[in-house]
């Protein structure tokens, strides 16, 4: 089967997944296992586990990982660093990456999720919320439990983690 997306210049916004031909509401785009999972200790992941998980890619995985976006307004002097925080997703536990979920662009409106698949190495999904068009850009919610926040609060949380800001 033909890929349901592509991954193109997304305006104002760096790279995007749009899709390939029409999607009907419930569609899995595509089902992946991450290319790291590490744990959070107090909330946050080690560098040194970071670093060690990094140097076990496969060359073209690492460059392919190098090339997402790096936010260097975040707090670390690594840039390996900024680049997993400004890509992964997690939990109070793990922190998960998945390289072309990490080009899924912010909407506090998403047609888009990222949900578990039940398996040990933290597999996921990419599913239409809604029917897409062709040429539509997939766009998932990055505020997870501030998704009903006020504004104001989620407005900071994407300008200071993601670094950019939403109207």
Not at 49 to 76: G, I, K
Not at 91 to 107: I, K, T, V
Request: charged letters at 20%; a neutral charge; aromatic letters at 8%.
């Amino acid at each position: 089967m033909a890929k349901l997306y592509t991954i193109r210049a997304s305006s104002g916004a760096g790279l995007g997944i749009f899709t390939t031909r029409p999607i009907p509401a419930g569609t899995v785009l595509q089902t992946s296992k991450p290319i790291l999972k590490l744990p959070r200790n107090k909330h946050d992941t080690s560098p040194t586990a970071l670093q060690t998980a990094f140097s076990r890619l496969p060359p073209e995985m690492q460059q392919t990982f190098l090339a997402l976006h790096d936010n260097p307004a975040l707090p670390y002097t690594s840039r390996l660093m900024r680049i997993y925080k400004s890509n992964c997703f997690g939990d109070e536990a793990h922190a998960w990456m998945w390289l072309d979920f990490s080009r899924c662009n912010h909407s506090c409106h998403p047609n888009a999720e990222i949900a578990e698949v039940e398996d040990e190495v933290g597999g996921a999904k990419l599913v239409a919320m809604r029917a897409l068009g062709v040429g539509e850009e997939v766009r998932i919610s990055y505020l997870g439990p501030l998704e009903d926040g006020p504004g104001l609060v989620r407005r900071r949380f994407l300008k200071e983690t993601y670094g950019f800001e939403w109207e």
